[in-house]
């Protein structure tokens, strides 16, 4: 087991799992075992250090609780770990060695280098054990009195390990790449001397010997301020010896080979990257140059740095040397001081690496990007062994360079990586999945922002996090100290990119931040302005990964860019002309797309695209109390919401638009109100007392359209379709007639008019076909393929059926096409292909399933339940058809009903209980007279034949059965031969029961009284 506290406190198994160890006293208690490195630690001691003053009731008892809970922490994650807590007089103890505690190693390390001559590998003993710090040491219990001095010790030992490597480095002339570093190291601790000497050496070796001058003469007045003194006199030397240009301060003579390279040993896991790492090395083995871009802190230099590795383990490409590039100089100083090249030396950096095999990772390269892309030309033309891997957040724009994005993580792996370091920094933190889930994806999945979110999990909790992203850049601050600066918060990662930019860059990306959900190239043009070229400017902001792009093309920004971008549009005052140009360009566009024709499917696909802008602009109209703005966005958005579905946006929408004061003119306000209570009743609500009224037909067709789909009142949807009609066929409307003869179809379909079906719908399907409209076709091609079946040409029902489908999936209408499933699996079950039948009834049930269309699959759930009886499977049927009945009673859910008890009925008649077959047929028969379908009373007619006849009433049963034909045939739809399975059955019962006569003058006997009741005679209860 592996116990680190080089910043803060965590342990993992032998195997490199971590460890949870909960509840901070039992983390304290490791802590202080840990600080005393094997030894043992009095019990008053442990006692005193973890409560203080407020001591519990019982403290040796309390103790021995945490020393048992640490124990089992140990054991549970690696089998005989708990033995390491140790009772030793006079208290606890840990059992672990130098090797088994990051410290340890740090002191090893160290020690092994400081007795080393050899700076090289004085240098890589101390960079390997300078990377095992994360941190402060101790960070998380930075409080804690009892680790303050070994707090301190560990700082004070990390420092001189940092000026030891410092100056090794210098003694292999890496002085230019030592500048940047020095920088930041000064100004955390300016009044260290031998730091000050180190960082003068550098400044006088990279030729600023005027810097160096002043650098020392800014310590030695600090020294004086602060402390009174003068610089040591081994400062005082090397200034004179400055001044004097002393040739023992000229830098090494450059070596004539390559140095051995030193790949950084990771801290932690690279989560996530396997494909990235795998796809960078294939681009490595046919390219010469290939370029990892991508947004600020989405890992590009971890990406590098792990392909190098992994290069340099099986050496495919030669040696590996990877240079991080700083803005101080040069992207060719920086690199021949990294590869030991003097620049007063005969071998220039070409020369050195003519004739070798290399792989030269360069590391930030933006910072110096035209003078890395020079370099980087020359040395590709010099040495042909030579492979670059660049990261940069702009291409380098090479010829052969080969650019590899680096996508952001997926959202399974940000998850992994936020936990993973949310729970190394808070163990036993609650990580409510939820809240995890949001950070990551607002934080657009960027490795750096999550790592950034998980140090603030302490302190807020993970759902506090989610809950402060809307202030992420004042959230996201105080990174780890090992991060340059420019990566330390969320605000410093994207100031960087931004600081990179021109002005017209930067007054692109700032407009673009009104959009919502991205933009098209014509948008963006729209929305940015006439005081703008936005094309090149845009091109240049997909280099530097601040916008990305999609098919299409359509641009977005990144979730934390758009909210930085947000904050630089207020501040320039150009945020109120980029709102009003984003609603007019998205106005605009809603008012054009008629989506009533051939274009309709894709028209839909591009509002679908532009639903979250064209949201924004509607709400951005409310805001601003334009009434009539809002009111014409709202009234052309009312076809596309219909269309999709979305009807309680569109009730809410049209609900916030009437509610803005403002001079509207009245045709638009009327036609907003009707839309409203159209929507109103297919969100749920209530049909109004006082339906409102417009002179604009669609607006009227729609709410007979409400009315009838949502069944609320099917005699008011007839009288408005019926004006919706008068409206169209004045004006001339094809359209408009062919959508109320539509509707009108359904109306009487429901009324059982077969006649009247045929004729709507043959003429409503003939006019959308000439019309190419695909969703007035998918609303004809139901009631036509009902009627083709009902006449028993199976065939026409099932191309109907098809085509519907077909049409439902190019429209994105996945109930509609979960019905015409449904529609071929009653089709099938009509031909006898069982089997069929219940795959199709079982597709589109999981369809209804997946898209919340509960309808649906009640609708296929009836198709299984026919087949299940018709197979025999009563037991089966019945389940079904009583759960199926109960889901329809509870809704209220129109004739539903009148089926599920006939076949119900049918099922005790096949069980020989000719009882319960009478009550539940009777049952039936009520229901479809209320329904007004003479189908379906024909169906119960027959369905209470076959119960009388199973009751010994044979007569009877004739009279019930030719009823039911004759009712049948007045419809102009006789049964088809398919359908008569049970009639034929019912049939031959009765006619083995009677004579051909006496069943003649029976079956021509109407069982049925003036009123379409049962006669008194058949009517009795036996």
Not at 328 to 352: C, K, P, T
Not at 582 to 591: N, T
Request: some cysteine; aromatic content about 4%; glycine content about 10%.
């Amino acid at each position: 087991m592996y116990f680190a506290y080089l910043g803060p406190l965590a342990v993992t198994t032998s195997d490199g799992r971590p460890v949870a160890v909960p509840e901070a006293k039992v983390r304290a208690l490791l802590a202080d075992l840990l600080v005393h490195a094997g030894r043992p630690v009095a019990a008053d001691r442990l006692v005193d250090d973890l409560w203080g003053e407020r001591l519990p009731g019982d403290p040796s008892g309390a103790l021995q609780t945490k020393v048992s809970r640490l124990r089992g922490a140990l054991g549970r994650a690696e089998p005989g770990a708990e033995a390491l807590v140790v009772s030793q007089a006079p208290g606890y103890a840990l059992r672990v060695g130098p090797d088994d505690v990051d410290a340890g190693r740090f002191a090893h390390m160290t020690a092994a280098a400081y007795a080393s001559d050899d700076p090289r590998a004085r240098a890589d003993l101390l960079a390997d054990a300078l990377a095992l710090w994360r941190g402060q040491a101790f960070a998380d219990l930075a409080d804690a009195e009892f680790v303050a001095a070994a707090a301190t010790r560990l700082q004070e030992q990390r420092l001189i390990a940092l000026e030891t490597l410092a100056e090794a480095r210098l003694e292999l002339g890496r002085h230019l790449e030592l500048l940047g570093e020095l920088d930041e190291l000064v100004a955390l601790h300016p009044l260290r001397e031998r730091l000050r000497a180190v960082q003068l050496r550098a400044l006088y070796q990279a030729g600023r010997q005027a810097e160096a001058l002043a650098a020392y003469a800014e310590l030695r007045e600090l020294l004086a301020d602060e402390l009174g003194a003068d610089p040591g006199p081994e400062l005082t030397a090397l200034h004179q010896a400055i001044l004097t240009h002393d040739p023992a301060l000229s830098p090494p003579r450059p070596p004539t080979t390559i140095p051995a390279p030193s790949t950084p040993v990771p801290l932690t896991e690279l989560v996530g990257r396997d494909t990235a790492v795998a796809a960078v090395r294939e681009l490595l083995a046919g390219n010469r140059l290939v370029t990892l871009t991508g947004l600020g802190g989405v890992g590009k230099t971890r990406l590098a740095e792990e392909v190098a590795r992994r290069e340099g383990g099986d050496g495919r490409l030669g040696e590996v040397r990877i240079v991080g590039l700083a803005e101080a100089v040069g992207a060719d100083e920086q690199v021949s001081a990294a590869l030991g090249v003097r620049e007063d030396a005969a071998v220039r950096l070409e020369d050195l690496l003519r004739s070798r095999r290399l792989l030269l990772v360069l590391d930030n390269c933006e910072h110096v990007i035209d003078s890395a892309a020079d370099l980087v030309r020359r040395l590709l033309r010099a040495a042909t062994g030579l492979r670059v891997l660049a990261t940069s957040r702009e291409p380098l724009g090479l010829a052969g360079e080969a650019v590899w994005t680096v996508p952001p993580l997926s959202q399974d792996d940000a998850e992994r990586l936020f936990m993973t370091r949310a729970q190394a920094l808070a163990t036993g933190a609650d990580l409510d999945p939820e809240a995890v889930a949001s950070i990551c994806r607002r934080l657009d999945r960027v490795p750096l922002a999550l790592e950034l979110a998980a140090t603030r999990v302490r302190a807020f909790g993970v759902r506090g996090v989610a809950a402060r992203l809307d202030d992420r850049f004042r959230l996201l601050v105080n990174g780890p100290r090992a991060l340059p600066p420019h990566q330390r918060s969320l605000r410093a990662v994207i100031d960087w990119s931004w600081d990179l930019l021109g002005e017209d860059d930067r007054r692109v990306l700032r407009r673009l931040a009104v959009f919502s959900g991205g933009c098209t190239p014509a948008a963006a043009e729209a929305v940015g302005g006439p005081d703008l070229d936005v094309l090149d400017p845009l091109v240049r902001l997909v280099d530097h990964s601040l916008v990305t792009v999609t098919d299409g093309p359509r641009y977005h920004l990144p979730e934390s860019v758009s909210a930085y971008a947000l904050e630089r549009l207020a501040e320039s005052g150009e945020a109120e002309p980029a709102e009003t140009r984003h609603g007019a360009y998205y106005a605009g566009l809603a008012e054009q797309a008629d989506l009533r024709g051939p274009e309709q499917p894709q028209l839909l696909a591009r509002l679908d695209q532009e639903v979250p802008n064209l949201r924004a602009a509607l709400h951005r109209a409310v805001r601003r109390a334009d009434a009539t703005g809002a009111t014409r966005l709202a009234l052309a958005l009312t076809w596309y919401w219909l269309l999709r579905g979305r009807f309680t946006e569109a009730r809410r929408s049209l609900d916030e638009t009437l509610a803005v004061a403002g001079d509207v003119p009245a045709e638009l306000r009327d036609a907003a109100a009707v839309w409203h209570a159209g929507f109103t009743l297919l969100s749920g609500g209530d049909a109004p007392a006082a339906a409102p009224e417009s002179d604009d037909a669609p607006a009227t067709w729609f709410l007979g359209y409400a009315l009838f789909t949502s069944g609320k009142d099917l005699g008011r949807s007839e009288d408005s379709m019926a004006r919706a009609m008068a409206c169209f066929q004045a004006v001339g409307d094809r359209w408009g007639v062919a959508a109320a003869r539509s509707i009108q179809t359904r109306q009487a379909f429901m009324r059982g008019d077969l006649r009247a079906v045929r004729e709507y719908g043959e003429s409503a399907h003939a006019l959308f076909e000439e019309l190419d409209d695909h969703w007035g076709r998918l609303q004809t091609t139901y009631p036509l393929a009902a009627l083709a079946e009902t006449g028993g040409d199976y065939e026409r029902a099932a191309r109907l059926h098809r085509d519907g489908r077909r049409l439902a999936e190019e429209l994105g209408f996945w109930t509609e096409a979960a019905d015409r499933l449904t529609g071929l699996g009653r089709i099938a079950l009509l031909n006898g292909d069982f089997r069929g039948a219940e795959e199709l009834h079982g597709q589109a049930m999981r369809m209804a399933a997946e898209h919340g269309y509960a309808a649906g699959e009640v609708h296929a759930e009836i198709g299984l339940a026919l087949g299940a009886r018709r197979e025999g499977n009563l037991d089966e049927a019945e389940v079904r058809l009583r759960r199926l009945l109960a889901w329809h009673r509870a809704r209220d859910f129109g004739p539903g009903p009148a089926l599920l008890l006939a076949e119900l009925g049918f099922v005790a008649e096949r069980r020989g209980d000719a009882r319960t077959a009478l009550e539940l047929h009777r049952e039936g028969l009520d229901v479809a007279r209320s329904g007004g379908d003479p189908r379906a009373r024909a169906l119960a007619l027959e369905g209470l034949a076959g119960a009388y006849a199973l009751a010994g009433e044979s007569a009877r049963a004739a009279r019930l059965l030719g009823t039911a034909a004759r009712l049948r045939e007045s419809t102009g739809a006789p049964m088809p031969p398919p359908e008569r399975g049970d009639v034929d059955r019912i049939t031959a019962r009765i006619r083995a029961a009677l004579d051909e006569e006496a069943f003649a003058t029976e079956f021509a006997t109407d069982a049925l009284d003036g009123d379409g009741e049962l006669d008194a005679e058949t009517g009795k209860t036996h």
